[in-house]
């Protein structure tokens, strides 16, 4: 599988509850939108985790450049999503010595919590690159989501400035914090969203 967050969210999840299989309750669900000329890489659900990864089309399992991930821990109401990312930024830095993160203010965005991270990672123990992050975390009253856009290349100091322009990283910021939740039984869901 391709490096994301899964083992993360997984170890948060098993000291939340039990991630035996369950069918997900009620009517919540992400309003994804995928973007143009990107294609879906990897989808899996594994217990009550389900991940799906995404990549600009060219670009494969080996050699990605550029990555959203998607994951959603069913069935896990109203996590904290201070305390989930802190878990993942925890993870991750496990894999990098030369590590950074800083919080991103996303004030009035939906009716749910939510909380983003920027990560930086000069280079990764695992891949050999070096890796810049996004990730925007959403707490919903049935579900909780993680959002992630990862960058992938030439190894950085992460003391430095972030090895992606200020302009590319704005952008893909208001495009995670685009994506919103919604519960059909509340009837905030569009009416062109299916059950």
């Known amino acids: ?7 993360v969210l997984a170890i948060g999840l098993l000291l939340l509850g039990d991630l035996s299989a369950q069918e997900p309750s009620g009517n ?6 995928e973007p143009e000329k990107w294609v879906q890489l990897y989808a899996d659900r594994e217990g009550n985790l389900s991940t799906t990864e995404y ?12 990555m959203l991930s998607v994951q959603i821990a069913v069935d896990t109401p109203d996590a904290d999503p201070n305390e989930m990312l802190t878990r993942a930024a925890l993870f ?11 919080p991103i203010e996303l004030g009035g ?8 991270l920027m990560l930086m990672c000069g280079k990764s123990t695992e891949s050999g690159r070096g890796e810049f992050t996004i990730l925007r975390a959403i707490s919903g009253k ?18 430095d400035d972030p090895p992606v322009s200020l ?28 059950e």
């Open 1 to 7: 599988m391709i490096r994301t967050l899964t083992a």
């Open 28 to 33: 919540e669900q992400l309003l994804f939108v």
């Open 55 to 66: 990549v600009p089309k060219g670009q494969t399992a080996d050699d990605w450049k550029e």
């Open 92 to 102: 991750l830095a496990k894999s990098c010595p030369d590590y950074r993160l800083h």
């Open 109 to 116: 965005v939906g009716d749910y919590p939510t909380l983003a």
């Open 142 to 159: 049935q579900n909780f989501y993680l959002l992630q856009k990862i960058w992938r290349g030439t190894p950085y100091t992460a003391s």
């Open 167 to 194: 302009d590319e990283r704005k952008l893909w910021l208001g495009y995670l914090a685009f994506q919103t939740v919604c519960d059909q039984a509340a009837g905030t869901c569009p009416g062109n969203v299916a």
